[in-house]
């Protein structure tokens, strides 16, 4: 390699360094029973609309645990979070999938088979499960889930798109946003 290429390459590097030490972590937080939080965090990938490395957070006070999420390259509509009737946490991601965690112990580790899958009766599956478990409403789609909140981009909510800047992700809680549809599961 010429010494000219050489500087070229160290230049260009130098500069891609400098622009990815710009990127800083987004924080948005769930507060669970407790002292839980579930906390998740995006990063932006190098490239000019929205994509993010994210990660999930559970942190009940003394026990931290986290897990890499797939990354969102443009796909990512928001990460529901829901209680199943079993006490299993639950992020649902629309075509990605779901996973649960649990409180106590706090882990992603989750025995509990748990269906994301949409409910075809929804009116006859509300009124059997009730409206309500430990103060989440029932899901509008999901057959023994109950909806807790969202983690969704600033920028997907109308009223907080100039806030965007500021923090580029926010939690919303099921009183301050109604269960959306997701997304069907590829």
Excluded at 18 to 35: E, H, I, K, Q, W
Excluded at 48 to 63: A, C, M, Q, Y
Excluded at 65 to 91: A, M, N, Q
Aim: aromatic share 12%; charged share 20%.
């Amino acid at each position: 390699m010429t010494l000219r290429k050489l500087r070229v390459f160290i230049c260009s590097f130098g500069a891609l360094l400098a622009l990815s030490a710009c990127f800083s972590d987004n924080t948005a937080v769930a507060n669970l029973p407790g002292r839980t939080t579930l906390t998740m965090t995006v990063t932006p990938m190098f490239g000019f609309h929205s994509d993010w490395n994210r990660e999930l957070i559970i942190n009940d006070g003394d026990t931290t645990v986290s897990i890499d999420l797939f990354e969102d390259t443009g796909w990512w509509r928001g990460s529901h979070v829901y209680l199943h009737t079993s006490g299993t946490y639950v992020v649902h991601e629309g075509q990605n999938g779901c996973f649960g965690f649990t409180l106590d112990p706090a882990s992603f580790d989750v025995r509990t088979s748990i269906s994301c899958v949409k409910a075809t009766d929804v009116a006859s599956r509300l009124s059997a499960e009730g409206s309500e478990f430990r103060g989440f409403p029932a899901s509008k789609y999901y057959s023994g889930l109950f909806y807790v909140g969202r983690f969704v981009e600033a920028g997907r909510v109308p009223e907080l798109r100039k806030a965007q800047s500021e923090n580029p992700i926010i939690f919303q809680t099921h009183e301050h946003q109604a269960e959306l549809e997701l997304p069907e599961i590829l």
